[in-house]
C-alpha cells in the first residue's frame, strides 16, 4: 500500500496505487483536463493504450476484463472525452463487468459555471455505474480509488467511476492515514452496507437442495468473476446437477461437459429450457435473471446468489459471492438425479441449423461456422446483428473468457475494441471478431490501435450490404425496406489505408482457409461477402 506520511501529487499517488494493485493497461485517451494524471503514467510502469476514440477505451477495457477475469481500466479527458465513454460504461454496466472509469474534469473553481468543456459526468455516469466518486480534494481522489478498488476485492462487479478535476490532481496529497479513511468509506458505500445474507440462509438452501428431486443449476458470468469455475465445476460432478448457464456465463462449464446442457432462455437448447420449466429447484449463480433468461424458467423455488441486491429475485436471496456459497454448500447429501438427467437428455444439447450449404452466394451461418471451425482455440468477439446470433448458435464455448459479446445492451461497434483489450490480456492466444459490415463501420478507427500494437486481431467482416438484422425485421412487420441497404466502402482499401494485411473471400470453403492465413499474418482483415437475403432463425417458442 501508500508508504505512511508521505507528501506526493495526488496523480502520482493514484497512479502509484493503481500499479500497486495489479493494473497492467489502462485503455484511454487524453484531453487537458486529465493531463497530470498522464503526466505520472509516464513514469510508472502500468501501461497506456492509446485508443483512438474513448468509446473504444471502454469497449477495450471491458474486453480486457471479461477475457481476464480481471478488473478493467479506461481513462478519458473531461467533458466530450468523458460523454465518449458513456456506451462502453453501459455495456459494462448492464453485463456487470468490473471496470473503474477514470475522468478529468475542470478545475474546481469553474465547475458549474458552464466555462469550456464544463459538464455534469458524475451526473451522466450515475446511471452507469455501481458508484460515482467525485474528488472534491485531493484526499477524497485517494480514498475514492482505494474504496473502488476494495469494492472490487469484495466481489462486486460492474463499473466504478473515479472524476478527478485538474486541479485537484496536481494539489500535493499527504497519504498518511488513508486505512482508516477508506474503511470509514467502504461503511458509507450503499452496496456494501446490505447485511450479508449468506449465513442467515444457507441452511435453508442446504434443506431446500436435499429435498430437492430435480434440481438445476444455473450460472452465470458471477462464476468467473468469483474465480469459482472449478468450484463449480466440483459442486456439479460430486453431486451429479445438471447446469444450464446465461449467455454471459458461457464457457462457466465447457459446453462439451457432460452435465453442461448449453444456455437457457430464449435462445437456450431445447435440453436447457426444458430442465429450465421442469426443474424443481434452480439454483441461479452470479446471474440477473433478465427477461431473457425467464423465458427459459419454469414455477420453480430459485435460490439466487449475487453480490449485487439490485438484481436479487427469486425465492432465496442471498447476497454473496458465488464461491462462498458453493464452498458452504458443498458438503450436503443429495437425491439420486439420475433419472431426472436422463429425462433431460431426451432433448437436444444442440441447435438444428444446417452449415453445409454449397451455394453461392455464400450462407452466412456456412461462413461463420467456417470462421468458428477455424479458430479452435481463439477468443471470439462477437458484435451486434444476424452474425452475433450465428455465432451464438454455432460456436461451443469450451473456456470462460473466450466468447465476448455486447450482451445486455448490445451496442454495434463492441467487437473491435473489445478485442483490443482480449489482446492485451491474452499475449497468448488469437482474437477472432465477427463483425458485420454495419457495426464495423462504427469503430473502424481501432484498426489503427490494432495495427500500431501489432496485435494477434483477425477480424471477419461478414458482409451482407445491409444492417442485415433491421432488413429481417422489416421483411417481417413492416410493408417495405427503408434504410436499411448500405453501400460500402472498399474493406480492403480501408485495411490497408491502416497497413494491415487483407482478403475477400465469397464461396464455401475460402472462410476456414482464410483465417487460418490470417493467423499466419495477423493482423488481418477478412471481408466475408455473404447473401444478403438470408436471415436468422426465430427464436423457438418454449413449452
Ligand atoms: C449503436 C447501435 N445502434 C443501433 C443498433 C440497432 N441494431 C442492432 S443490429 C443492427 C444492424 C447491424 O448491422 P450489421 O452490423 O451489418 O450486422 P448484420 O445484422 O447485417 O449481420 C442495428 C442497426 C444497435 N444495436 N447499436
Ligand atoms: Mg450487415
Known sequence: ????????????????????????????????????????????????????????????????????????????????????????????????????????????????????QDIDTCRVLEPLTLKTFDAKNPEEAVKGLKTAIKMFENGLTGPIH??????????????????????????????????????????????????????????????????????????????????????????????????????????????????????????????RLSERTLHGIGKTKIIHVNTDDDVLR???????????FL??????????TGEWISRIMEHSKEYDIQTDQDDVPLKPQRAIKEIINASEDAIMVNDAGTHTTWVTLLKKVKEPGTLLFSGGFGPMGYGVPAAVGAAFANPDKNVVVVVGDGGFQMTLQELATISQHNLKVVICIVNNSSLGIIKQWQKLHYDGLYEVELENPDFLEIARAYRMDSERVD?????????????????????????????????????
Open 327 to 336: 464452498k458452504a454448500v458443498y458438503d450436503f447429501k443429495i437425491q439420486d
Open 162 to 287: 473515479l472524476n478527478l478535476p485538474k486541479d485537484v490532481l496536481e494539489e500535493s496529497v499527504n497519504v498518511s492515514s488513508f486505512e482508516e479513511l477508506v474503511n470509514e468509506d467502504i461503511k458509507l458505500s450503499i452496496k456494501l452496507q446490505n447485511e450479508k445474507t449468506m449465513d442467515k440462509y444457507i441452511s435453508k438452501a442446504i434443506k431446500s437442495i436435499e429435498n430437492s428431486q430435480r434440481p438445476l443449476i444455473l450460472a452465470g458470468a458471477g462464476v468467473i468473476w468469483a474465480d469459482a469455475v472449478s468450484d463449480l465445476r466440483n459442486f456439479a460432478e460430486k453431486n451429479k446437477i445438471p447446469v444450464a448457464t446465461t449467455y454471459p456465463g458461457r464457457g462457466a462449464l465447457p459446453e462439451d461437459h457432460i452435465l453442461c446442457l448449453g444456455m437457457l432462455g430464449t435462445r437456450g437448447t431445447e435440453a436447457s429450457n426444458f430442465a429450465g420449466k421442469n426443474c424443481d429447484i434452480l439454483l441461479a449463480l452470479g446471474c
Open 314 to 324: 427469486g425465492d432465496l436471496k442471498i447476497h454473496g459471492n458465488v464461491s462462498e
Open 1 to 116: 500500500m501508500v508508504m505512511k506520511n508521505k507528501a506526493m501529487r495526488c496523480a502520482d499517488a493514484l497512479v502509484e496505487l493503481l500499479e500497486k494493485n495489479g493494473v497492467k493497461f489502462i485503455f484511454g485517451h487524453p484531453g487537458e483536463q486529465i493531463l497530470p494524471f498522464y503526466d505520472a503514467l509516464r513514469t510508472s510502469k502500468v501501461r497506456h493504450v492509446l485508443m483512438r476514440h474513448e468509446q473504444g477505451a471502454a469497449h477495450a477495457a471491458d474486453g480486457y476484463a471479461r477475457s481476464s477475469g480481471s478488473m478493467g481500466v479506461c481513462l478519458a479527458t473531461a467533458g466530450p472525452g468523458a460523454l465518449n465513454l458513456t456506451m462502453g460504461v453501459a455495456t459494462a454496466y448492464k453485463d456487470s463487468v468490473p471496470m473503474l472509469v477514470i475522468t478529468g474534469d475542470v478545475p474546481r473553481k469553474l465547475r458549474g459555471k458552464n466555462v469550456f
Open 507 to 543: 464461396s464455401p470453403g475460402e472462410a476456414f482457409n482464410a483465417v487460418k492465413r490470417g493467423f499466419k499474418e495477423m493482423p488481418y482483415l477478412i471481408e466475408v461477402i455473404v447473401d444478403t437475403e438470408e436471415g436468422i432463425p426465430l427464436p423457438k417458442v418454449i413449452k
